[in-house]
């Protein structure tokens, strides 16, 4: 392959169990299906962190998220996290002389302090590589609802500017709020979010004005889709690096009209299915535009599934059998492996060998894996933990990692090898109720057999203290460390 494109589709939440090619019995996912089997499954892919903001940061700097103290769920009006001075996956791209997109969720800050929403923002995406961005700024529960193009607020209407807060109590005495306008409601929440409601969907967060700009979540999809599209096209006689991270399947679980109803387990199934639409649609845009012998797809989420995360869709109630982290203990926020152990399919036409591979990987990995594959250099100091992993993404190897480091929401730290995942002790409920999520929390170690038990039932560190010894100073070093990559 000659300088291929890389398009990256991420998803928001989707757990290891949740597509058909990972076992998904109720919910057809076909044209990931279709990826995976002419590329390579990943059946040991971690992200760095069960919640979304540190495992972007780390997909995008090659950095684990302890190193930078501010990997934390963002608010919708956070400062950017990512320094301008950082090397990151796009910049990395730049540096090849491709085209580089972010279209979808963002979710790791803008400007470097306080947002004003009515002029042009500092510190987006174009500030760490991206030539163009279309974007929202948190996440689709968070104010504000709107899209942000490159710099400015589409659709901004200077005649009714935008103000946001994150403060307790609402400033505002004139918008709409989930406790003040019941009859407006078209969504219940189950915790959290009753705060602005905007679209009769309670969300975190205030926001007032900017009623041209406020997006609807049933168009997300189709005005993600219809960029990304745009962007292919735009950009087929140069290469290419679309990163399209979607808002799906994270709550609130609006569908567009297509897919309203269109499976058995209701708003989350839904998405979900809407989700590989956009993988299919992708697919053949690139099909169309005669690209996709050159163009590397890999799909992959930001953390493991939740099933109420806020809201009452009946997730729980119509989910029946299926089961969303497939034979994974926890979920989404845990320690455990569910919390992010993801689906992680790379497809590559001529270039990867088809089939499944058990190689420990870790999205950190993608950034250097990039940089080999277009002979970029790297110093020591630039994405410090990621490792090539260029030949086993392209299923030439079934050499992966020797070891990888995640994190729990509560940043505890995991350390999983070939054989063993050990937990490190923490404090906190072993059961995040309203979420019916095992968040993994013990006061003692936890050592798991991940060969015999990948569901994480017998806790044998009593029986193996040398190992959970040595895994505990692994995992002592890599946090005294600088940089992992060896
Ligand atoms: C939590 C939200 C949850 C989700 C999560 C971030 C509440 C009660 N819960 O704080 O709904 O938005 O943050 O998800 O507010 S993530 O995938 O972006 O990490
Ligand atoms: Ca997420």
Redo the contacts with the bound molecule.
């Keep these: 392959m000659n300088k291929p494109n890389v398009i990256i589709i991420y998803a ?2 989707l757990g290891y169990g949740d597509l058909s090619c990972y076992g998904a019995m109720d919910i057809a996912t076909p044209n990931v299906d279709k990826l995976a089997a002419g590329g390579v499954k990943f059946n040991n892919a971690y992200s760095t962190s069960a ?3 540190p495992a972007r940061y780390s997909l995008l700097t090659g950095e684990y998220p302890f190193r930078n103290a501010d990997t934390t ?1 963002l608010t919708g009006d956070a400062k950017c996290i990512i320094a301008e001075d950082k090397l990151t996956l796009a910049k990395v791209f730049k540096q090849a002389n491709y085209a580089t997109a972010v279209i979808g969720k963002w ?1 790791l800050g803008l400007s470097d302090g306080t947002i004003n929403w009515n002029e042009p923002i500092s510190h987006t995406p174009n500030d760490v590589g991206f030539d163009y961005s279309f974007i929202f700024p948190g ?1 689709n ?2 104010v504000p609802l709107i899209y942000l193009k490159n710099h400015d607020v589409l659709n901004f209407d200077p005649a009714d500017p935008i103000e946001v807060c994150y403060e307790n109590k609402c400033p505002y005495t004139d918008i709409d709020t989930y406790h003040q306008n019941p009859e407006k409601r078209t969504m219940e929440s189950s ?3 009753d705060n602005s409601l905007i679209n009769g969907v309670g969300r ?1 967060g205030f926001m007032r004005g900017g009623a041209k700009a406020t997006w609807k979540d049933e168009d997300l999809c189709d005005t993600f889709l219809e960029q990304a599209k745009c962007f292919i096209a735009a950009n087929k006689d140069a290469p290419f690096f679309l990163f399209y991270p979607t808002h799906q399947p ?2 609130p679980r609006v569908a567009s009209k297509k897919f309203a109803g269109a499976t058995k387990l209701g708003p989350r199934g839904d998405v979900i299915v809407e989700f590989d639409y956009i993988v299919g649609e992708v697919v053949a845009t690139l099909e169309e535009n005669n690209l996709l012998d050159n163009t590397i797809i890999i799909v992959s989420s ?2 493991g599934p939740v099933l109420d ?2 809201y009452h869709d009946q997730s729980p109630e119509l989910n029946g059998n299926h089961r969303p982290t497939g034979p994974l203990r926890g979920g ?1 926020y845990s320690k455990l492996d569910g919390g992010a152990r993801i689906p992680f399919v790379v497809y590559a036409k001529n270039a990867t060998a088809s089939g499944e591979s058990n190689a420990l990987i870790s999205q950190v990995d993608i950034l250097a894996s990039i940089a080999a594959l277009l002979e970029i250099p790297l110093d020591t100091n630039e994405a410090p933990d990621s490792q090539n992993m260029l030949d086993v993404l392209l299923g030439k190897s079934g050499n992966g990692r020797s070891e990888l480091m995640y994190e729990s929401h509560s940043k505890h730290k995991v350390i999983r090898t070939k054989k063993w995942a050990y937990l490190e002790p923490s404090p906190g409920k072993a059961v995040q109720e309203k979420k019916n999520i095992e968040l993994g929390h013990l006061p003692n170690d936890q050592l798991y057999n991940m060969i015999y038990d990948p569901g994480q039932r017998h806790n044998v560190a009593t029986d193996y203290p040398d190992v959970v010894a040595q895994l505990k100073s692994d995992l002592a070093a890599i946090l005294a460390s600088s940089q992992t990559r060896n």
């Design positions: 928001d939440d919640v979304c903001t769920i979710h996440t529960d968070r915790h959290g979010h975190l994270h709550v930001d953390n995360d806020g989404k």
